[in-house]
């Protein structure tokens, strides 16, 4: 996996810890072509459980949102994708 910290992208593989400071720009890519699985832990805790679980359901369903519901969804858990 890579993340980007909001200045550069950072490599990590098993057992590596990355950091994003609080409101922190950052983003994520798979650039093995492999399956990859990351943890992400939100401390102090973010009310971010609905956000996680939409996708999963979307994905799991092939759920494909149009444009209005994607950005309402978006717009709604503070998220922007660049």
Do not use: C, K, Q
């Amino acid at each position: 996996m890579r993340l980007y910290d909001g200045r550069r992208w950072a490599g990590a593989g098993p057992g590596d810890f990355l950091f994003v400071p609080d409101g922190g720009i950052h983003g994520f890519r798979n650039e093995s072509g492999e399956a990859a699985s990351m943890l992400l832990l939100f401390a102090p805790g973010a009310p971010r459980e609905e956000y996680f679980e939409t996708l999963a359901e979307w994905a799991l369903t092939g759920h494909r949102p149009n444009a209005e519901e994607r950005a309402e969804f978006m717009l709604r858990h503070d998220t922007y994708w660049l």
